[in-house]
């Protein structure tokens, strides 16, 4: 190939690079103005107060009710739970393989998590329906007769059904384990072999190595890595929609764990096919749409804030 030919081809990877990247900006420009097209016409009748704060969600009602806000905290409920869950399990799992766990098992350990993103989160809802949320009903049942607790523990913990909010967690919990142990990992080996050594050149164990000077040194990239998780969470559909109960109501400060709840996701989901178009429970369906595009913006922006702000003082 000659030199001329080779800078032409080189010119036009170039600009199909630079396409990609300018296509990436554009799709996400026109989803968010599609979305917002959709859901301006529901704010016609009822207010963007009404809307955040109302505490009904009853489109079939007359009038029809389109409170967002049990959604909203069902969502937020079932994401909070699991990234509980998740945050120490996945950064647990990630010093393990990147630190402590022998080569055989490494081999072992990582391919089956990352196996966990390959399943389809309809068989999760399978799981979760059928096993998770019985063994959890079960559990919680036996604690409320077992745990001599305060009323309102006992009250809360004797479920009526195994679908509910923590069921929802859980599933959640295990479906964003492969992206903050993947994330979480990279960011570990990450850090410069010349940390480890000097800590362990002074007198640190292993395990001091890794809680005081490994894992710091890769918070930038775990905090990511949790973020990711989160985002994860908050934009699942079809599991929540199948172990959470679908149940659009206002939870309860103390029982609302381990009661049926309804998200965001789940409501587009089981609503939009069954929606007259254009009209107003169309509108306010688009509205929860938009609202989780801000949401996951929000956490995305926040994530790249956090990523930057730790690598800045680290390079002072």
């Not at 009903?137 to 523990?153: D, F, H, Q, Y």
């Not at 926040?302 to 730790?310: F, L, Y």
């Amino acid at each position: 190939m000659s030199r001329r030919i080779q800078r032409v081809w080189e010119s036009l990877v170039e600009v199909a690079i630079h396409a990609c990247g300018m296509a990436s900006i554009a799709f996400v420009a026109l989803l968010l103005f599609f979305l917002t097209r959709d859901a301006l016409p529901v704010l016609k009748n009822t207010s963007l107060g009404e809307l955040l704060g109302g505490t009904s969600w009853n489109p079939t009602a007359t009038p029809p009710q389109f409170g967002l806000l049990p959604l909203i905290l069902g969502s937020l409920l079932v994401t909070v739970g699991a990234v509980l869950i998740a945050i120490p399990t996945g950064v647990a799992c990630a010093a393990f393989v990147a630190e402590v766990a022998p080569g055989w098992l490494r081999e072992i350990v990582k391919p089956v998590v990352e196996l966990l993103a390959a399943i389809p989160s309809v068989v999760f809802g399978f799981v979760g329906l059928l096993l998770v949320g019985t063994w959890i009903k079960t559990l919680c049942v036996a604690g409320s007769k077992a745990i001599p607790g305060p009323e309102w523990l006992t009250t809360a913990l004797n479920m009526p059904t195994g679908l509910a909010a923590i069921t929802g967690a859980v599933m959640l919990s295990i479906m964003t384990l492969p992206t903050i142990v993947s994330v979480a990992e990279d960011a570990i080996k990450a850090v410069p072999r010349s940390y480890r050594e000097g800590s362990l050149a002074l007198g640190a164990t292993p395990w001091q190595t890794l809680i005081g000077v490994t894992l710091p040194a890769a918070k930038s990239g775990i905090i990511a890595a949790i973020m990711l998780g989160i985002g994860r969470a908050v934009g699942e559909t079809m599991t929540v929609l199948m172990v959470t109960g679908n149940s659009p109501v206002m939870p309860s400060l103390t029982r609302g764990l381990f009661r049926p709840v309804r998200t965001m996701t789940a409501t587009i989901a089981a609503e939009m096919g069954e929606t007259a178009h254009r009209s107003e429970h169309y509108h306010a369906l688009f509205m929860i749409g938009l609202l989780l595009f801000a949401i996951t913006f929000l956490v995305n922006t926040a994530a790249d804030c956090v990523t930057n702000r730790s690598r800045h003082v680290e390079q002072r």
